[in-house]
Nanobody, 117 residues
Framework: QVQLVESGGGLVQTGGSLRLSCAAS????????MGWYRQALGKERELVAL???????SYADSVKGRFTISRDNAKNTVYLQMKSLKPEDTAVYYC???????????WGQGSQVTVSS
């Protein structure tokens, strides 16, 4: 079992930046990949960015060029740097971890990101 604790988020104006952090504990060495998802009010949760243990990264088309996912293995922490934020980026952001069998091993508690116009 992996415990994920998020930090960051908040309120920012259009065009601003925020950074989310997600620290893993418990069984961090079992993590094969970590991702960031978001869920806007009334919408389904969607994948925003993903990073594997081997450093393979993928992004949703809607955030490419604006968001950057990174991972600090020494700190068992994954980050999501968000720039040029838009009102449509407003959502609750969740990090998750996936083990070597492809199963989700943990979810963060969620971080509210609100972008004002």
């Amino acid at each position: 079992q992996v415990q994920l604790v998020e930090s960051g988020g908040g309120l920012v104006q259009t065009g601003g930046s925020l950074r989310l952090s997600c620290a893993a504990s418990g069984s961090p060495f079992s993590i094969a990949a970590m991702g960031w998802y978001r869920q806007a009010l009334g919408k389904e949760r969607e994948l925003v960015a993903l990073i594997t243990g081997g450093g393979i990264i993928s992004y949703a088309d809607s955030v490419k060029g604006r968001f950057t996912i990174s991972r600090d293995n020494a700190k068992n922490t994954v980050y999501l740097q968000m720039k040029s934020l838009k009102p449509e980026d407003t959502a609750v952001y969740y990090c998750n971890s996936v083990d070597g069998t492809g199963h989700v091993s943990g979810w963060g508690q969620g971080s509210q990101v609100t972008v004002s116009s």
